[in-house]
Every structure is written in structure tokens, then in C-alpha cells.
């Protein structure tokens, strides 16, 4: 099963207000575990980069000025989630902003039949009830080695992507230490070992003795 954990970062936090999206991540997965294989891009929002949002992510309007505009990157997008499983942490976020975007170039959306989507959150709600379950706080709380000084999108996917890891078992899941092969060689070999079954006949002593071991767990 191919899944994609994906994250943006943009430029505020409604897309009626004009905001628009700086930076896709995404990282397969396959039967939940990553894969290896990523795809990003940084997007020239063509507006000024609010200061607040500068804050969080540190993308400039220097350093976008040069990127791809959206529509120059989104067939690349598409054709790397294609019709795959969506991992989206807070998808009444992401999803919305991506579909406002794609609706003004083309009207191909991403929606729930073509790819299912798992939103994180939700999922972190139901697992840790009144705990935080930001992007964050599970990084922290299922020990994720992943250095995160300011939000990215392409870092931010690979969080989630071992988040959810984590959540559908974690790594343990796919160690098989011992295969069946293995296995039916040391079930057949204990068939085959001969144990001794020489019988010890209680003394009346060690009766007597029992029995004032009992009287004195019992007291």
C-alpha cells in the first residue's frame, strides 16, 4: 500500500485573504513505513511574506522570488501523490489551500475518492485524548530523532510520516527476527529431544515442612 505524508507551508492562515502557499513536502510511505523517496518544492506566492509567517518558516520574499509560481509545479505534485493515500496533519488546513490554489489554474481537485485522506490529528485526538497533539508534541512523545528549529514543509512531512509510523505500530512491526523456517526447525528439534521424567517421592519431613511453610505465609 503507497501512502504520502504531506505539509505545506504558506503565508497566512486564510486562503480568502489572499494567502498562498510557499512550500510542499511529501514523503512516501509504503505499508506505512517511508520509503526513502521525497519530493519539495519552494513556491513564489507572488505577494509579499507576511512578518508573522516569516517567523515561523524563515522563507523570505529574496529567497521566493526566484521559485517556480504554482501552477509551474503542480503537475509535478500530482503525478508524485497520484492516486495514493494522503497523510495530512490537520487536513481542514492543508487540503483547502491546495485545492484553492489547483481551482484557479485547472479543475482537477484532490478529494477523498481519488485519494483517501488520514488526518493525524484527528487520529492523535482519539490515541491521546486531552493531550497536546500537535505535529510537535508527538515528535517529542514517540522519541523521533528529527531536529526541528523552525517549520518546514519537507521536514514537517518527514515527521509525520514517522508519526504515523508510530502509530500503526512503529518499526518493531517489520523486524522478523526468526523466520517460519526457522521456527519449524526448532519445533521440530524440541519434538525430538528425550527429557527425563524421573519421579521424586516426597519425605515425610519435607511434608511436615511444607505444611508450617504455608501456616506462616498464611499468618
Aim: proline content about 3%; charged content about 30%; overall charge neutral.
Amino acid at each position: 500500500m503507497r501512502s504520502v505524508a504531506l505539509d505545506i507551508e504558506t503565508t497566512g492562515l486564510n486562503f480568502l485573504e489572499g494567502h498562498k502557499i510557499v512550500e510542499i513536502g511529501c514523503v512516501e510511505l509504503l505499508n506505512n513505513f517511508p520509503s526513502g523517496q521525497k519530493w519539495q518544492r519552494y513556491v513564489n506566492p507572488e505577494r509579499t511574506m507576511p512578518e508573522e509567517a516569516f517567523k515561523i518558516h524563515g522563507l523570505s520574499d529574496d529567497f521566493l522570488s526566484d521559485k517556480p509560481k504554482f501552477s509551474d509545479i503542480i503537475e509535478s505534485l500530482l503525478d508524485f501523490i497520484k492516486d495514493s493515500e494522503l497523510i495530512i496533519h490537520n487536513s481542514r488546513f492543508d487540503l483547502p489551500f491546495i485545492n484553492y490554489e489547483i481551482e484557479s489554474i485547472k479543475n482537477e481537485l484532490i478529494n477523498p475518492v481519488k485519494n483517501k485522506i488520514v488526518d493525524t490529528l484527528g487520529l492523535a485526538k482519539k490515541i491521546h485524548p486531552g493531550q497536546s497533539v500537535s505535529l510537535d508534541a508527538l515528535r517529542k512523545r514517540y522519541n523521533i530523532n528529527i531536529e526541528r528549529k523552525n517549520h518546514g514543509a519537507l521536514l514537517d512531512a518527514e515527521i509525520l510520516a514517522e508519526v504515523f509510523l508510530e502509530m500503526n505500530g512503529g518499526r518493531q512491526q517489520f523486524m522478523n527476527l526468526i523466520s517460519n523456517t526457522e521456527k519449524q526447525e526448532i519445533k521440530t528439534e524440541l519434538t525430538r529431544q528425550k527429557y527425563s521424567k524421573k519421579i521424586y517421592e516426597i519425605t515425610e519431613q519435607e511434608k511436615k515442612s511444607h505444611k508450617e511453610l504455608l501456616k506462616f505465609i498464611k499468618n
